[in-house]
């Protein structure tokens, strides 16, 4: 069974993993006919959903940073 506090490293793991992720993706394509496409639409997704600070208009119904939210405050019951 996870502690709050298991969930909640987990969690930022996964987000600085999201980021490792992002700049792999860009990378890859950098230079590509894929790199616009990329951009407009791969790249802004997984950035706002690893944290609210992305600057897009757009936004996921959750993201990372809500979710590490949720077990810091609390509302999240373990099963």
Do not use: C, W
């Not at 990378?27 to 997704?45: F, K, M, W």
């Not at 119904?61 to 590490?68: H, K, S």
Request: glycine share 8%; charged share 30%; proline share 3%.
């Amino acid at each position: 069974m996870y502690t709050q506090e298991d969930r909640i490293e987990m969690l930022l793991d996964a987000q600085e993993q999201l980021g490792e992720v992002i700049s792999l993706i860009k990378d890859a394509v950098r230079g590509t006919d894929s790199e616009h496409y990329a951009g407009s639409y791969v790249i802004p997704t997984l950035l706002m959903a690893k944290n609210e600070e992305h600057g897009y208009l757009g936004s996921q119904p959750a993201n990372l940073d809500e979710l590490i939210a949720a077990f810091e405050d609390g509302d999240e019951d373990e099963d």
